[in-house]
C-alpha cells in the first residue's frame, strides 16, 4: 500500500528511514528470530547500510527459535552473564507482570551507546502504541531506537515475508503468535500453560528454581508465604498477581 501524501510505498518509506538515521558506525540490529525482526534484518540489507545484528540468548527461548537463529551466520549470540534460573534466585523472587527484571538482564543489555534498529510496531499493543519511530533509551540517554516498520500492520509484515519469500520460524505454523521466552508473564496465564505442555523442560526448570529461591528467602531471614516450588509456581501461574484475598507474596 503506498503512502497518501508521498505516494511511497511502505517498504520504500522503511528502507528511506533506515537510511535517514544510520550513524557512522553502522546500526545494531536488534534480531530475535521474530517475524518482524526477519522483517528489519531483510530490510537492513536492502537499505545497504553498515551494521551488526545481535540476538540475546535469554536461555529461556523456545528450542526451535534458537535452532532458527543460528541458521543466520551473520546474527551473533550473545548470552547472559547468568541464565534465568540463577537470576531467579539472585533477585530472591519470579519476574512478574509488574516487576519484569529479566528483561533488562537477558534482553536490554545490549547496543549500549548505539543506535538500536527494531521491529517494534504500534500494532502490538497499547503500550507500543505509545512509542516513537526515533526515540532515547531511558537507561542510557546515548542509546536510541529506531523502529522503521513501526506503523506497519501484522498483515503488511506477514506479506512481505511471503513477497519476499523470507524463512521463519515453523512455530508460527503450529499456532504461536509470539516466540517471546517460555513462560513470559507478559504473555498469560493461558499461555503460559500451553508453553508448558509444549516445553516441559522448562517447567521442571522454574519449579527448581523457585525451589532455590524459596531457600535463599530463608537463609536471608525474609519472610514468604510460599513452602515449596510448586506453590511458588502455582501463585506464579495465577496471571502473575495475588489474588485480592491474599496476603502479598513478599512481604
Same mark, same amino acid.
Given at each position: 500500500?503506498?503512502? *497518501?501524501?508521498?505516494?511511497? +510505498?511502505k ?10 538515521? /544510520?550513524?557512522?558506525e553502522?546500526?545494531?540490529? #536488534?534480531f530475535? $528470530?521474530?517475524?518482524d525482526?526477519?522483517? =528489519? *534484518?531483510?530490510? %537492513?540489507?536492502?537499505? $545497504? ?7 540475546n540468548f ?8 534458537v ?5 543466520f551466520?551473520?546474527?551473533?549470540i550473545d ?5 534465568? @534460573?540463577?537470576?531467579?534466585?539472585k533477585?530472591?523472587?519470579?519476574p ?5 527484571y529479566? &528483561?533488562? !538482564?537477558l534482553k536490554?543489555?545490549?547496543g549500549?551507546?548505539?543506535r ?5 510496531? @504500534? ?5 507500543? +502504541? ?6 532515547a /533509551? ?6 536510541? !531506537? %529506531?523502529s522503521?516498520? =513501526?506503523?506497519?500492520s501484522?498483515?503488511?509484515? @506477514? ?7 523470507l524463512?521463519? &520460524? ?9 516466540? $517471546?521466552?517460555v513462560? /513470559?508473564?507478559? #504473555? ?17 526448570a522454574y *519449579? ?7 531457600r535463599k528467602r =530463608?537463609?536471608?531471614g525474609?519472610k514468604?508465604?510460599?513452602k515449596?516450588?510448586?506453590e511458588?509456581?502455582? @501463585? ?11 496476603n502479598? *507474596?513478599?512481604?
Amino acid at each position: 500500500m503506498n503512502d *497518501l501524501f508521498t505516494g511511497k +510505498s511502505k517498504e520504500e518509506m522503511a528502507i528511506e528511514r533506515i537510511k535517514t538515521f /544510520c550513524p557512522p558506525e553502522g546500526y545494531y540490529v #536488534a534480531f530475535s $528470530g521474530g517475524k518482524d525482526s526477519i522483517v =528489519i *534484518l531483510d530490510l %537492513v540489507k536492502r537499505a $545497504g547500510v553498515p551494521f551488526d545484528a545481535h540476538y540475546n540468548f535469554t536461555t529461556v527461548d523456545p528450542p526451535e527459535l534458537v535452532k532458527f537463529v543460528k541458521t543466520f551466520p551473520e546474527v551473533k549470540i550473545d548470552k547472559p552473564e547468568l541464565p534465568m @534460573w540463577q537470576l531467579i534466585v539472585k533477585k530472591r523472587m519470579p519476574p512478574t507482570r509488574t516487576v519484569r527484571y529479566c &528483561c533488562q !538482564y537477558l534482553k536490554e543489555g545490549g547496543g549500549a551507546g548505539r543506535r538500536v534498529i527494531t521491529g517494534i510496531r @504500534w500494532e502490538e499493543s497499547y503500550g507500543r +502504541s505509545k512509542r516513537k519511530m526515533v526515540e532515547a /533509551c531511558f537507561r542510557d540517554s546515548r542509546k536510541f !531506537y %529506531v523502529s522503521p516498520i =513501526i506503523d506497519w500492520s501484522t498483515l503488511e509484515v @506477514w506479506d512481505y515475508i511471503k513477497n519476499h519469500k523470507l524463512r521463519y &520460524c515453523k512455530l508460527y505454523d503450529e499456532g504461536f503468535k509470539r516466540l $517471546g521466552c517460555v513462560g /513470559c508473564p507478559m #504473555a498469560g496465564t493461558k499461555t503460559q500453560k500451553r508453553e508448558f505442555l509444549r516445553w516441559p523442560q522448562y517447567k521442571k526448570a522454574y *519449579l527448581w528454581a523457585f525451589e532455590k529461591c524459596i531457600r535463599k528467602r =530463608i537463609a536471608d531471614g525474609l519472610k514468604i508465604n510460599q513452602k515449596t516450588g510448586q506453590e511458588m509456581f502455582d @501463585w506464579w501461574l495465577r496471571d502473575n498477581k495475588p489474588d485480592p484475598n491474599d496476603n502479598v *507474596l513478599f512481604e
